[in-house]
């Protein structure tokens, strides 16, 4: 799996944050876990395999958002004791 993580300019409120999670979802397949923070900036993508980042820049900046970075790395899913291991 892995996590995406893309700093995002203009989202201001919580309005802003489900409509971003709402254009990633629409553009990528597989139900993809999509969480978007105003405060922080961010929309965090956690889904199986490479999505097609292309679009998915596409469909942020037709909401009228700017995506200024976009980072990738492994995600490892934890489970209810992930602690313990």
Do not use: Q, W
């Amino acid at each position: 799996m892995n996590k995406i993580t893309m700093k995002v300019d203009g989202m201001m409120c919580n309005m802003c944050e489900a409509h971003a999670c709402d254009a990633v979802r629409r553009v990528l397949d597989g139900k993809p876990k999509v969480s978007a923070s105003h405060k922080a900036g961010t929309v965090e993508i956690i889904t199986e395999g490479s999505p097609d980042m292309t679009a998915v820049k596409k469909a942020i900046t037709e909401l009228g958002y700017k995506v200024l970075d976009v980072s990738s790395a492994p995600y490892e899913k934890k489970g209810l004791f992930g602690f313990r291991k």
